[in-house]
């Protein structure tokens, strides 16, 4: 039985280079999770190959690529879920918005400055680079609950500052 279970993985993750491909091209070439992505239907394509689900009624390759067409597919129905659930997008600013958004952005990148590097780098980190809580956490060689006690105090400081 070993033997078998070998023989599959080995089979499967042929696949792996073909999968990746299909994903990223599906999801975006910069999307970060791809790999989780491909490992699931890695994941899901043996596990169906071990309870007898694959028959060989097609060619492997076919079985596998349905799979990932269904993940893509639940992938992107989740995403547009979240994005459907988000706020509309706001309509096009006239210039003199514009002017005065790009001054609230320097005046606020400017206080962002003059914060000390604790909480300069965790908002840097965390909502400049989108990092997790836990990867701003890793990063800093801190704790998770330190980076939200962090993000929560530069914001009463920058609002302190924004009201002067």
């Known amino acids: 039985m070993a033997h078998h279970d070998s023989e599959d993985d080995s089979l ?37 190959v071990r309870r007898g689900e ?13 799979i990932t067409s269904r993940r893509i597919i639940d992938f992107i129905r989740q995403k547009s879920k979240v994005l459907r659930h988000g706020p509309e997008p706001a309509p096009l600013p006239d210039p003199q918005t514009s002017i005065e958004q790009k001054e609230r952005a320097d005046q606020l990148a400017g206080l962002i400055q003059s914060l000390k590097p604790k909480y300069r780098d965790v908002l840097e980190l965390f ?21 939200s006690e962090r993000l929560h105090y530069a914001h009463k400081l920058l609002k302190k500052k924004i009201k002067k």
């Open 12 to 48: 499967v993750a042929q696949y792996r280079q073909v999968i990746s491909f299909r994903v990223r091209k599906a999801l975006g070439w910069n999307l970060p999770d791809w790999e989780d992505v491909v490992n699931e239907i890695l994941t899901q394509a043996l596990q169906k």
């Open 54 to 66: 694959f028959r060989g009624e097609s060619s492997l390759g076919t079985f596998i690529y349905t």
């Open 127 to 147: 909502y400049f680079r989108e990092l997790s809580r836990e990867e701003v956490a890793h990063r800093l060689g801190i704790t998770p609950a330190k980076v």
